[in-house]
């Protein structure tokens, strides 16, 4: 028996609408992305409340030396 991968779309599909996106992406048409830094931010505030801001330093653990 094979089990053949299911995609959602042709390998060929893929590639033209990621040629779309990259043409839209030079003439400038998508909206500018958010950077890691700012959606790391933006995580930050979402989760504040769950999110302690106590630093818990982990015990050592050190082997004895004979």
């Keep these: 028996m094979e089990d053949k991968a299911e ?7 893929s590639l033209i609408e990621a040629c779309k ?10 909206p500018e992305q958010k950077n890691w ?5 933006d995580l930050r505030k ?9 630093v ?6 050190v082997a004895v030396r004979w």
Excluded: F, H, Q
């Excluded at 818990?56 to 653990?61: A, D, L, R, S």
């Design 56 to 61: 818990v330093v982990p015990k050592k653990k």
């Design 7 to 13: 995609r959602y779309c042709t390998i060929e599909e």
């Design 37 to 41: 830094r700012e959606w790391i931010e």
């Design 46 to 54: 979402e989760y504040a409340d769950e999110l302690s801001e106590e």
């Design 21 to 30: 996106e990259v043409n839209l992406m030079r003439k400038g048409l998508l």
